[in-house]
């Protein structure tokens, strides 16, 4: 159990730096997910925590020490491969037992310690397999196995479900969380699924491009995106953006139609925004602004339909069963409390 | 659509006419086998087991160049029991063998290691390790004559005439041990490149990634060799020794060109002993009972390799449990 703590860190690879300045506190026994698009430096990040990477400037701590100079074996911390890593010429007890034993750990404690872990992550049948004989999800479980017989400060995971079909990702979400909740490990987790990322984490770091955009609970993150970026990658379908500017304490679109704000915002008079709301918070109601339906995909729990709505084209999500045809018009509105107004110009979320 | 389907089977009806015994033999699982066999069976008769046969027949007559022999039963190898140039090419090839091998092994996989890092001039450090397998056998083997030359030699030349650390010449090749580690040198040179491309090659196909969780799980430099590199090279390994086993037992080509057996017949290799029985001594017969004499000898040694080091369970394609 421990704390991490990255400061300012920054990385180059020879002249290009590819992380700019990154900051994240992390407190004892949390799961912390970096979540980003791909090549924005999460693996980057990971590695530099784990020490595979050395880090071109800034501090990394864990628990109050800085490991900047600290070889990776002794951080205390293990690591969760996306390609699993799993020694193909040992079983799956030795794979677990492998980091025990160069320890010198007795043979008694090491299968001692073999057994718990692969009682909790039911490998018990396995043990006497090679990496070959097993299933996708087995082999992910070793993996995990092989960190947690070392009981170690903190685990790293980089993308380990995303080799993984999409029903076993899902049930092996649910065991990491399980495990997790069962160990209070502190937990460091790569992904780049915003799902993953929303059902899992104590706390999201929301990285692009080798910069940290925020950080967060996952539904601070889905309620209140500090940018544009932020506000487009969280939340699933994406959040719609219209485009306008703020005039006598409502939001003009560029088609001219008016919406309400979310609060009075007399700074931002006459100035270019961008006008966010999810598909979620748009109501039907009679009184609404007119859309024109393009498409409607029933779903069964809700009905998603695409339309083009002051202007812009607009995903809305309806608890209720819309039976608008493409071409008819219905009347819909955002909900006010829950829409979002950002700066066009820096991206930035807009606060009166 | 109904129509042409009946179409089809009648014309199919049509065709398949009352069967011949041609159909019939064509149809006997057996005879298609040998059929489709007779090409390579065929290629294998002209090419190995031809051969092979008449070197195990006239093993087995007293035939010289010119003259037809007859058969005289395993009288060849009896003589041979008892013919001390034959033991002593025996232990020769064995010596030659296992110190060759283990050369080539012991600085093969230390250059491999070598090149699977980042180093400076890598391709070019690459490019001249294969160089001494690029050259013909004979050219370089001229090369090393001229090396352990006793009037030419350039290490003579280095250390009496630059360094002054000795007054007179080597005589490399003058008596039997200096002559027998000469050819070693020789072949270790020669072999270096099969081993270290071979190898290097089977270091490459080790992801990166289980270095890193060996690193992670705490291994020095030392362990993450024994215990992750080298039983992961174990199967590559065992086919490079076989082979290299095979290449240095049989080699000819290095020893007759630099001692051709000299002094006194003291560095013969069987291969060399059997040529020189039977070509420039004509004795066809002998000669070829030293070459059969090495068959045994190559089996051992091929299944000793194979089974020894080669087929590791975790490999694909075996069960366990
Ligand atoms: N060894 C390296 N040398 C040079 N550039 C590198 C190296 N490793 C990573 N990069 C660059 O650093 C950036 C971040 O890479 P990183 O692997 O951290 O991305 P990521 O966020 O993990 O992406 P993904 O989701 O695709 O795994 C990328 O632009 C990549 O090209
Ligand atoms: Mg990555």
Known sequence: MATVSIRNVRKTFGSTEVLHGVSVGIED???????????????????????????????????????????PKER???????????????????????????????????????????????????????????????RQR??????????????????????????LRVQMRAEIKELHQRLTTTTVYVTHDQIEAMTMADKIVVMNSGNVEQIGA????????????????????????????????????????????PNASPGAEGRPMVYGVRPEHFQLSGDGLPATVHVVEPTGSETQVIATFAGTQVLCAFRERVTAKPGETIRITPTQALSHVFDAATGQRFVA | MDATVDVGLQRLNFVRAPDTWVTKLFDYKPFLVFLCLLPSMGLLVVFLTYPLGLGLWLSMTDTTIGQPGHFVGLENFQELMDDPVFWMSVTNTIFYTVVATAGKFTLGLWLALLLNHHIPFKAFIRAIVL???????????????????????????????????????????????????????????RGIPFVAITLLAGLQTISPSLYEAALLDGASGWQKFYRI????????????????????????????????????????????????????????????????????????????CFFGVGRRKWQQGEAND
């Not at chain 1, 690591?79 to 010429?89: E, I, R």
């Not at chain 1, 539904?219 to 005039?247: Q, W």
């Not at chain 2, 690029?134 to 006793?150: D, G, K, R």
């Open chain 1, 29 to 71: 026994g949390e799961f912390v997910i970096l979540v980003g698009p791909s090549g924005c430096g999460k693996s980057t990040l990971l590695r530099m925590i784990a020490g595979l990477e050395n880090i071109s400037s800034g501090e990394i701590a864990i628990d109050d020490r800085v490991v900047n100079n600290v070889a």
């Open chain 1, 76 to 138: 205390d911390i293990a690591m969760v491969f996306q390609n699993y890593a799993l020694y193909p010429h040992m079983t799956v007890r030795d794979n677990m037992a492998f980091s025990l034993s160069l320890a010198n750990m007795p043979k008694s404690m090491i299968d001692q310690q073999v057994q718990r872990a692969a009682g909790i992550l039911g490998l018990m049948p396995y043990l006497n397999r090679y990496p070959r004989q097993l299933s996708g999800g087995q």
């Open chain 1, 142 to 167: 070793v993996a995990m196995g092989r960190a947690i017989v070392r009981d170690p400060k903190v685990f790293l995971f980089d993308e380990p479900l995303s080799n993984l079909d999409a029903k």
């Open chain 1, 218 to 261: 996952p539904l601070e993150l889905y309620d209140r995106p500090n940018n544009l970026f932020v506000a487009g990658f969280i939340g699933s379908p994406a959040m719609n953006f219209l485009k306008g500017t703020v005039a006598n304490g409502a939001f003009r679109t560029d088609d001219g139609t008016t919406l309400p704000l």
């Open chain 2, 131 to 189: 160089l001494p397998w690029i050259v013909p056998t004979v050219l370089s083997a001229i090369a090393w004559w001229w090396i352990y030359s006793p009037q030419f030699s350039i290490v003579s030349y280095v250390f009496v005439d630059l360094l002054h650390w000795s007054d007179t010449y080597f005589n490399f090749l003058g008596s039997p041990w200096p002559a027998r580690w000469s050819l070693i040198v020789a072949n270790i040179w």
């Open chain 2, 229 to 304: 590199t080298v039983p992961l090279l174990m199967p590559i390994l065992a086919v490079a020794l076989t082979l290299s086993v095979l290449f240095t037992f049989s080699d000819f080509q290095l020893v007759y060109a630099i001692t051709r057996g000299g002094p006194f017949n003291t560095t013969h290799l069987m291969a060399t002993l059997a040529f020189q029985r039977a070509i420039p001594g004509a004795q066809l017969g002998e000669g070829a009972a030293i070459a059969v004499s090495m068959i045994p000898f190559l089996i051992a040694a091929t299944l000793l």
